[in-house]
């Protein structure tokens, strides 16, 4: 069993900031590429930004400059660090991780439930 959880969504008010959490659990032997992606309602789902295993990053265009992207392979987590929020940002965030199961040495794509984000004008 696999399991991500995100934490640390909420309201904010424009221009301020707001740190997400994705915590990876369960039958894990290595994590390759971690991201966030995020939905607005009546939106498609994008992607927000993602690190690779070595810590190489890229991010949306619409949040580059704002947001950062890391992660702590011991605690095996994902953060978000959103600063100079816009209303626009507004969305449920959710973190994807491609993840090697231990002992079946296969991989698999997982999905967090996802947190929401408010940002008021």
């Known amino acids: 069993q696999v399991q991500l959880v995100e934490s640390g969504g909420g309201l904010v008010q424009a221009g301020g900031s707001l740190r997400l959490s994705c915590a990876a659990s369960g039958n894990i032997f290595s994590i390759d590429t971690m991201a966030w992606y995020r939905q607005a309602p009546g939106k498609q789902r994008e992607l927000v930004g993602s690190?690779?295993?070595?810590?190489?990053?890229n991010y949306a265009d619409s949040v580059k400059g704002r947001f950062t992207i890391s992660r702590d392979n011991a605690k095996k987590t994902v953060y978000l660090q959103m600063n100079s929020l816009k209303p626009e940002d507004t969305a449920v965030y959710y973190c994807?991780?491609?993840?090697?199961?231990?002992?079946?040495?296969?991989?698999?794509?997982?999905w967090g439930q996802g947190t929401q984000v408010t940002v008021s004008s």
């Open positions: 690190i690779t295993s070595g810590g190489r990053t």
């Open positions: 994807n991780a491609e993840i090697m199961r231990r002992y079946t040495a296969t991989w698999g794509n997982y």
